[in-house]
C-alpha cells in the first residue's frame, strides 16, 4: 500500500527538528505539493518510505537554520556575488571531474559536501577543509568505502570535495533530486513544463551562497548538470555568470545516467524499475542538450564555453589552460600544482569500473542516434562505444 505523505506533518518535524518556526518563504510549497502528490502514488517498503521522508525533512529543517542564521547576519545579503561560474550539461558528462578540477584551484571558492548539508554556522577559510563537521563526515565517508568499495565507482564525491547546487536548491523543491526517487511522472512533467519558473529557487541558492562566503569568499564555482534547464533564470539572478557546457557521447552519458538512478531506486524503492529509467533518462537527457542549444541561440553562442570530456581525461591540464583563457582566468602555477595532485590522488577507475549495458534499460545505440540527432549533427562529439 502506498504511502501517504503530507506537507504540513513534514515542516511541523523541521521545526521541532530545528526549534525554529521562520522561512525565508513559502516558494517551497508549490514543489513539495507536486512531488508529495505523485509520492503518495508510489509502494514504497517502509524503510524507503521513512529515508524518503527523512531527506525532505532534512532539506526544510535545512532552510531554516539557513533563515534564521541570515535573519540574524542580515549584512550578508548585501554582500556581491561577483562572476560566478556554473558547470552544467547533460549528465554524467565530466560536470563532476571538470568541478573538481576547478575546485582545487586555491583562487576559487566551491561548496563543499559537507558544509551544504551543516552549513551553520558556516566555516571560515582557514576551517574549510578540517572543521570538526568536516572531519566526521571524512570518517563516515571512509568506514562507507571500506563497507561498500563499489560506490566509489558512480559518483566521485567526498566530504571535502565540491558538490552539486542540488544539495541546497532541494529546499525550494524544485531539484530534480527528488524526482529519482521512483516513478514520479508529474513531478518530472512539472520541472520540465513550459510554466515552471525557477526564480524563487535561484534566489534561494543566492541567499545560500551569501551565508556560506561569509567568512570564506571567493569567486564561487558551482556545478549542477540540470543548470542547463533554467539558464534564463540563472542569468537573470547571476547577470555576470560564465556559463561552461561540458559535452560527452550522449550514448554513453545516457547509459551511465540510468545507471546512477538505478542507485537511488534501490536505495528508496528497494528495486529499479528499468523500463521507467530507460524512457524517463534519455528524454531527461535529450531535453538537457536541446534546451542549451536554444539558449545559446537566444543569448550568443560565445556566451557559454564548451569544454569535452574526451579532452578532459585525455589532456585534462591543456584543456583546463584553454577554459581559463576563455573564462577570462590567470591559470598559475598554484592552480596547475593543485589540479596535478588531485589528478595523481584520483585516478580514473580508482575505485573501479562503472559498468552498464543500454540494453538492461530497453535502450539500444540507434535509439538513442536518433533521439540525440539535432545534438550530434551540431557538435563533434567523440563516440565512447
Request: charged letters at 25%.
Amino acid at each position: 500500500m502506498a504511502q501517504q505523505f503530507n506537507a504540513a506533518d513534514l515542516i511541523a518535524e523541521a521545526r521541532r527538528t530545528t526549534g525554529l518556526e521562520r522561512f525565508d518563504s513559502e516558494s517551497f510549497r508549490e514543489g513539495l505539493d507536486v512531488l508529495l502528490a505523485d509520492a503518495s502514488q508510489v509502494d514504497y517498503p517502509e524503510q524507503g518510505a521513512q529515508r524518503f521522508r527523512a531527506t525532505m525533512v532534512a532539506a526544510l529543517a535545512n532552510r531554516l537554520q539557513a533563515t534564521a542564521y541570515l535573519d540574524q547576519h542580515p549584512e550578508l545579503l548585501q554582500r556581491p556575488i561577483e562572476r560566478p561560474v556554473f558547470v552544467f550539461g547533460v549528465p554524467r558528462t565530466g560536470t563532476t571531474l571538470l568541478s573538481n578540477l576547478l575546485a582545487a584551484d586555491p583562487a576559487r571558492r566551491s561548496p563543499l559536501t559537507w558544509e551544504i548539508d551543516d552549513p551553520v554556522p558556516p566555516p571560515s577559510t582557514a576551517t574549510l577543509y578540517n572543521d570538526p563537521r568536516a572531519l566526521a563526515r571524512l570518517e563516515m565517508e571512509r568506514k562507507m568505502l571500506a563497507a561498500r568499495p563499489e560506490m566509489g565507482k558512480y559518483y566521485r564525491n567526498s566530504a571535502i570535495y565540491p558538490n552539486e547546487c542540488m544539495f541546497f536548491i532541494n529546499s525550494d523543491f524544485k531539484a530534480l533530486m527528488w524526482e529519482s526517487r521512483g516513478r514520479l511522472p508529474n513531478y518530472r512533467d512539472y520541472l520540465f513544463g513550459n510554466d515552471i519558473d525557477l526564480t524563487s529557487t535561484y534566489r534561494y541558492h543566492k541567499r545560500f551562497l551569501q551565508l556560506l562566503q561569509a567568512d570564506a569568499p571567493g569567486i564561487w564555482n558551482l556545478k549542477m548538470p540540470s543548470h542547463a534547464l533554467y539558464l534564463d533564470t540563472l542569468l537573470e539572478v547571476y547577470p555576470d555568470a560564465r556559463l561552461v557546457w561540458t559535452h560527452r557521447d550522449p550514448l554513453t552519458a545516457t547509459g551511465s545516467f540510468c545507471s546512477l538512478l538505478s542507485l537511488a531506486h534501490m536505495g528508496f524503492l528497494g528495486k529499479v524499475d528499468t523500463e521507467w529509467l530507460g524512457e524517463d533518462c534519455s528524454y531527461q537527457a535529450v531535453e538537457h542538450a536541446s534546451r542549451i542549444m536554444d539558449t545559446r541561440a537566444r543569448i550568443g553562442h560565445d556566451r557559454i564555453i564548451d569544454v569535452h570530456y574526451a579532452d578532459l581525461m585525455r589532456n585534462p591540464l591543456p584543456t583546463m589552460r584553454t577554459l581559463y583563457q576563455a573564462l577570462g582566468d590567470a591559470f598559475t602555477p598554484a592552480a596547475e600544482a593543485a589540479m596535478t595532485a588531485w589528478l595523481d590522488d584520483n585516478p580514473q577507475d580508482k575505485f573501479g569500473r562503472h559498468e552498464y549495458k543500454l540494453a538492461q534499460y530497453n535502450l539500444t545505440p540507434d535509439k538513442l542516434r536518433g533521439m540525440f540527432e539535432r545534438y550530434l549533427s551540431a557538435y563533434d562529439v567523440e563516440a565512447e562505444g
